[in-house]
Each structure stands twice: as structure tokens, then as C-alpha cells.
């Protein structure tokens, strides 16, 4: 009780109802290429439609890492993407492209417009600004003539110059009789030298009565996405501006990303030229900021687009009447990633304390990023596990002589460190491409840490996810190489967990070791994942013993907490006997002076069976089972 001058009642809490809490044990996390999507980021993705969502649709360059991402997806909800790009990648621009990851601030100020993220699907997209009510629409008195049936409209005047420069690809045309219009989108416009005719095409045929004159109203391409023309903005008809407001139109122009070419795809109605720009909610106005801010596939600088980037007070923006369309160009995917560049990817999951992720998916790693997973970042934070796959070429056509792949398989684990943090499955397995409608091998290991998962979800972290009731494989048409039971021996005796395809009973993980080397009870995956998720709970459950006395009362306060959660794990069967320790006989007077605490838990962890014997014993008539089992 603080000290009190007075006589009175001090009302004071503490709080003993502290649990060892729940730990996440489901979630993946890969680094590779793919097509689209901010890059050197971690993005947390809940499902495979998200995954294409934010990355886009596979190619023949990132299959197997996007695939590998899907094929986890399809046992969890929760996987860490890092879209991995190399220094040959580039945006695409309206000229200069450049290679841009994340920050508006390091966007160039060449071109008023870049594509989003890198990557060649940037040169699909088109960016149509229309600046003020003349580039909205406009009529004008010709003499023109639209025949049935016929996709040109020839128009005769003295002043082509004016025709060509007023009617723009993409202009809609409003053609026909006084009383009935039919519009039409403008495909080509062109006069020849010394004529008096400009000759317009259109992109489908006119269809109504034939024309002999009339008055031509041409309007924006995408008009009709907007309510009216752009003008003079609320907050700049306030701070005496004139002309500040534009509308913009990002278009997938070759439908690279919808599949529909011409899909518009974001619109930006009433956006301002001005700098200090805001809405009537107060939210910020200028249209450099409002695309940045939202768009998911452009961005755009601070180069001065038709005056912008100047303050809105007193301000006239002089726009022009032209519309302005900038077609985004020389965007690259860049060269396929090495190991070096995948690693610099992996490495935004090396801190546990930045991000907790229980599997790294090794996707096609090579003997150099394996080893990178495996030492510097699974054995470093001591929380997850790296799941690894041969390497494509030990498995798939690898067939020149019989027990090749197996041979390769065991020479490629032997180069691989000892560690209870890894495991390795057997091989790749074949599976259709519904995006591209192709068939294409993948490696397993995606599938091995989904099972995992699934695990998790059905039963317990402490078991095992292989054999039949819990290691059955999804989306195998076949696989690249299906052990037989001679090879299933060797492989199991170097730590690699065979994946077999059985006549009737389908594709199953048939191992669960660990590439735990020495014999322990750390060779085996439910009891690394069983030490996982207790060291994870119970730490994480211990942050708030920190500064506390070490005292009697401390320890009995931590004893109390861990044994009961160890209670409930020995109930569902992931232990079988414990003992903590945290009293005087560790907590000495040398550790304490330490300002340390100490708390031992020894555990007994359950075990799987591996191997089963069963022994039949034909008995003669007459004797009694006693007789020869020697116990009633």
C-alpha cells in the first residue's frame, strides 16, 4: 500500500488470471518472381484469387514460383509474398522507363506517368487526361458525309489542318440526321497532301441513313465514364483559380490485365492542378497525390502537367482543349532472379520480431539458397521451418539409368547442412496451368508445408502431417518421380520424405523427418513443431515477467502459468510427461545478481509411429492362448 499521510482505503489490483497464449503455427512466406506487384515488400495474401489479384496471372518465367505460392494456398490462408525483382526491371513510362519499388519519392520526374510496379504488363496501360470542357466535346459546322453500311466518314473542307487536330483515335463521333445520332469511336484519322478531304475510320461500320452534312460533334473517348466536363474545382473557385480541375481515365489498352483490350480500369473524376488542392471533406485534392495514394496501377511524378504543381490561390490553369493520352512504354520484367536475388528477398523474414512466419517455401532453391533458408534464417530465429524440394533437374526426365534420381536426390541433401529447422520432400509433381491452359511440374515443398497447415487445423501442431489421414497431396495429376519401396529406404535413411503416388489411394507425403542428421527426437517434424509452438507460447507468455522481482512470488506465478498450459497439451497428446522448474535450486543468488530468471521445463514429447509389426501366431487346437503368451 503507498504510503498515506491519513487514515483511509487504498484500493489496488493485481492481475494473476495471465494465460500462455495462442501462437500462430499456419503461416508461409516466399520470395520470388512474378509479373506485377510492389517489390522488396512483404504482402500478406489470404488466398489464391488475392494472389493474382496483386501479382497478376503466371507466365512461363514465374510458374514455379507463383504456383509454388498457389499450391500453399490451397491448405492455408495465410501466406508472405515478396515480389523479388533484379536490376533489369523497369516500369514502363510514356518514354523514360525506370526501375521504381515502393516510394513516391524516388519516382522520376521524366514522364508525368509510370506504370505502378515493374514489369512488361505495364505497357498495356493507358493514361487519358481530359483538361477542360473543349477537350470534353465540342461541335462544329462541316460538310461531311457518313454512308450505310460504311466505316468512313469523309468530311471536305478548305482547313484540314483544323479537322486532323480537333478529331483524335479514340474521339466519339455523333453522326446521322439532325433528329437520330449514332456515335462511333474514331480508329484512324488522315488526309492526303493539297486535299480538301479528311478521311476518318471508324471502328465499326455506321448504320443508320446516309449523311450529306451536318454539324460534327466529336467528345472525349471516355466521357461517358464522367458526369460532366471538368472545370473550376469547389476549393480553387475559393482561392480565385481558374481551370484547375481534370478528369482521368487509367485504360488497359491492350488487355494485358483484364483480357479485354480498351478496359478502363480506374477513373478519377474532379481531380485538381493544384498543388495545395483538397476536396469539400478536406481531403487532399491534387491529382500527383490522389493517383498515388490509390491507384493499384499508376503512379505519377511532379513534372508539371498543363501548369500543375502550382498553388491554387489566384492561380489560371491554361489547359488547351487537347486531350492528352500517354500510352506507357519499355516496361521490362527483367532477367530470371538468381539465388542472390531471391535471398535478398527471403531476408525481409529473417527477424522473427519483424514478421511471424512458420514456413519458408523453397520453391526451386538451388543448393545456395537452400543452405541460406536452412542457416541464416530457419536456425537463426528457431521458429519456423524451411521446406525444400530437389532441385528440377534431379527429378523431372532424369531417367538415364534406373535409381538416377534417387541418386541425385541424396547428393543434392548431402550438400545441404544438418538441421532439425528443415526438411526435404522427394520431388515435383505434375499439375495443370488453368491460366494459360497448360500442364507444368512444380516442386512439392509448397504442398509438404501445406500439409503442415492443414495439420494445424484439423489436429495439432504435434503431428505428424504424413500417411494417410493427413498426407494426402492435392492437384497431382502425376509425379516427375514415384519412389518404389527400395528407394523409398534410401531416401528415408538420408532424411528426405518420400512422396508417393499409391495405385487406387492416391498422392501421399510417406516420411516426416527432419534433416536432423544425428539420431534425436529432433529428426522428426511433429516433434520439432511440438518444441516450436511450446517455446513460441511460453516465451511470448514470459515478456511480461520481465522487470518483475525475481522473487518466490514471480516463480510461482510463472510455474503457474506454464503448467497448466503443458497440462493441456499432454491432453491432447503432444506430450507426454513434463516437469517444471523455477525455484531457489536454479533461480541462485549468482542468477539473480545476474538480474536474470530461470525456468526449466523438461518435456517428454509423444512420438509417431514409423514402423508397424504385426504378428500372427497360428495356434494348435487344445492349448490355451495363456499357455503361449505366458500371461492371462
Sequence with gaps: MPFQVSPGVNVSEIDLTTVVPAVSSTEGAIAGQFRWGPAAQRVLVDSEDRLVNIFQKPNNDNATDFFTAANFLSYGNALHVVRTVNADARNSAQSTAALIENSDSTVPSTDNFYAKYAGVLGNSLKISVCPDATAWSTTTALTYA????????????????????????GDILNLGPNDVEETRKVKSVASAANSTTVSITLETKYSGADVASGTLTRSWEYSGQFDDAPGTTVNGEALGATGDEIHIAIVDEDGAFTGVKGTVLETYAGVSLGSDAKTEQGAGNYFVEVINQQSAYVTASTKALLGSGSALSGTTYTTGGAVINSSLVNGLDGTNLTSANKIAGYDLFASAEDVDVSFLLGADAD???ATHLITS???????????????????????????????D?????????????????????????????VYRYVPLNADTAGLMVQTDLTRDPWFSPAGYNRGNIKNAIKLAYNPSKGDRDALYKKGVNPVVTFPGQGTVLFGDKTLLAKPSAFDRINVRRLFIVLEKAIATASKFTLFEFNDEFTRSQFTNLVVPFLRDVQGRRGITDFQVVCDGTNNTGEVVDRNEFIGDIYIKPARSINFIQLNFVAVRSGVEFTEVVGRA
Excluded at 547442412?417 to 491460366?435: E, I, M, T
Design 146 to 169: 457518313a454512308t450505310r453500311n460504311s466505316d468512313q466518314v469523309v468530311i471536305t473542307t478548305a482547313n484540314t489542318a483544323l479537322v486532323t487536330a480537333s478529331v483524335s483515335v
Design 367 to 369: 543448393v545456395t539458397l
Design 377 to 407: 534464417i530457419a536456425e537463426s530465429r528457431k521458429d519456423c521451418i524451411a521446406v525444400l524440394s530437389p532441385e528440377r533437374a534431379d527429378v523431372v526426365g532424369n531417367n538415364s539409368y534406373a535409381g538416377k534420381e534417387r541418386d
Design 409 to 437: 536426390i541424396i547428393a543434392f541433401r548431402d550438400t545441404l547442412p544438418s538441421s532439425s529447422y528443415a526438411v526435404l520432400d522427394s520431388g515435383w509433381k505434375y499439375q495443370y496451368d488453368k491460366y494459360n491452359d
